[in-house]
């Protein structure tokens, strides 16, 4: 798995993070850079020259072609990109190598990439969070509870928690969790989103509930979202680190390969049932040829007498654990997994101590 439970929510989230230092005194070079450090969000700090303070403290140092002379004596350091417009000259890597530069960086060619980094900077990125894609082997499964649960689980340890509806069908996650009236964005308002999607203002613009927060649909006509959109999102909600919970429905489209293809670990829940059994073993096929890492959670109590092995075995998949049915679930009014005693706040929380043991070893 890439991804990692982070456990502290971190209270520099607030605070104003540096910007990349920028060296150099071409004017057109530093509208550039400060064109590209404003799309990132970023604020820059500006040089001529080597700084006295700042150039082993900045997190991305930009220097331009013309400032090399400037900073040959500078402390070798991670982090420094040479920045120019020529595209054909044959000296750029010798220059490179003076300075002790990571990346040589032509624009407009490498203008994206650049973004991205000056972005990455600006929201203090590290390892993205561990995504947990739930998956239902049929109709009725109990996917979308069990993700809800989870993101519960999740959020009640102290994890940074978002809990993303990728369903368009499924009637909305924010009415499973008493929240389909809360204050905050849906998904229609990210239908358009291309490019990067900034990680800090999607989380701010969610409804918060029960300490997490939740990108659902609402109930309007919109129900798809371009493969772009998902994948931008999706990457924008790893980049907050922690955990992220994904509802997926069962077919598998090209909005659903890009959710996939951001997923860590697959639970495909599965009733102990013979036609559950059948109709879960296309789902998993089809999502595993995305997904590498897909198992088995195994609804019971089963009316064919098969047994959660049994269940897994037929499927092919290894078994992530047996969810017991939780009684009164369906009519007490209750969000899946605030019943800190019932089965699947147990369950869910036996399987975040199971995977972050994993990550560890």
Do not use: N, Y
């Not at 559950?276 to 040829?289: E, L, Y």
């Not at 049915?325 to 101590?353: I, K, V």
Request: charge should be negative; include cysteine.
């Amino acid at each position: 798995m890439t991804g990692s439970i982070a456990h502290d929510r971190g209270s520099a989230d607030e605070e104003e993070r540096a910007g990349p230092l920028i060296v150099t005194e071409d004017a057109e070079l530093l509208d550039d850079l400060l064109r590209l450090c404003a799309a990132a969000g970023a604020k820059p700090e500006v040089r001529h020259g080597l700084p006295r303070h700042g150039w082993d403290a900045a997190p991305l140092v930009l220097v331009g072609d013309d400032a090399v002379h400037r900073v040959r004596g500078a402390t070798r350091r991670r982090g420094v990109c040479l920045v120019g417009h020529d595209q054909d000259d044959p000296m750029v890597w010798q220059r490179a190598v003076e300075i002790g530069a990571d990346h040589v960086l032509r624009l407009p060619d490498a203008e994206e990439w650049l973004v991205d980094r000056i972005a990455d900077v600006a929201e203090g990125v590290g390892r993205p969070a561990l995504t947990v894609g739930v998956l239902g082997g049929r109709g009725g499964a109990g996917a979308s509870t069990l993700a809800c649960a989870l993101a519960l689980t999740s959020a009640r340890s102290g994890r940074r928690t978002m809990l993303v509806d990728a369903d368009p069908l499924g009637g909305g996650l924010d009415v499973l969790l008493g929240g389909e009236t809360a204050v905050g964005l849906r998904w229609p308002a990210f239908v358009e989103s291309t490019g990067r999607v900034g990680s800090g203002a999607l989380e701010e613009s969610l409804p918060r509930l029960h300490d997490l927060r939740v990108l659902s649909w609402d109930r309007g006509d919109t129900v798809a979202v371009p493969p772009g959109a998902m994948r931008a999102v999706l990457a924008a909600a790893r980049r907050r680190g922690g955990a992220v919970v994904v509802d997926l429905p069962r077919r598998v489209d090209d909005s659903v390969v890009e959710a996939l293809a951001q997923v860590d670990l697959g639970l495909l829940v599965v009733p102990a049932e013979l036609r559950a059994v059948a109709a879960a073993g296309r789902v998993a096929a089809a999502a595993g040829m995305v997904l590498r890492d897909v198992r088995a959670v195994v609804r019971g109590p089963g009316t064919a007498g098969l047994s959660s092995d049994e269940v897994a075995r037929l499927l092919g998949l290894p078994l992530a654990g047996e969810l017991p049915t939780e009684t009164g679930l369906a009519t007490g009014g209750r969000a899946p997994g605030t019943d800190t005693r019932g089965a699947l706040s147990r369950f869910c929380s036996a399987f975040w101590t199971r995977v972050a043991a994993e990550g560890a070893s």
